[in-house]
Nanobody
């Protein structure tokens, strides 16, 4: 399974970006898809996840109401729409897939496959 994240860049505070993650697997629909981020000098942290059927989404409190995770099974792609961006959202964003139970959606250890990351920089 390979994951290719894209869509990062430089944006002003208050702006928007949409990240994409193309997943090369014939079993895309069987995975939970997640987004994580890692800021310089900090540990990787959970951002958002979406269940296999798309019916359940989970967000970190810090992004709730500003970010939206979605997936397109026909394109084997998971998205992260980010709005009202803040300088503290600056980080490398990683997509990942796995089969965690709901209570483990926020745990990086529960995801098997990871993309290479895409850098998001929010200027003040």
């Amino acid at each position: 399974v390979q994951l290719q994240a894209s869509g990062g860049g430089l944006v002003q505070a208050g702006g928007s970006l949409r990240l994409s993650c193309a997943v090369s697997t014939p079993t895309f629909g069987s995975y939970v898809k997640g987004w994580f981020r890692q800021a310089p000098g900090k540990e990787r942290e959970f951002v958002a996840a979406i269940s296999q059927n798309g019916g359940t989404t989970v967000y970190a409190d810090s992004v709730k109401g500003r970010f939206t995770i979605s997936r397109d099974n026909a394109k084997n792609t998971v998205y992260l729409q980010m709005s009202a961006l803040k300088p503290e959202d600056t980080a490398v964003y990683y997509c990942a897939v796995g089969r965690p139970i709901l209570s483990n959606y926020r745990s990086p250890e529960a995801y098997y496959h990871w993309g290479q990351g895409t850098l998001v920089t929010v200027s003040s």
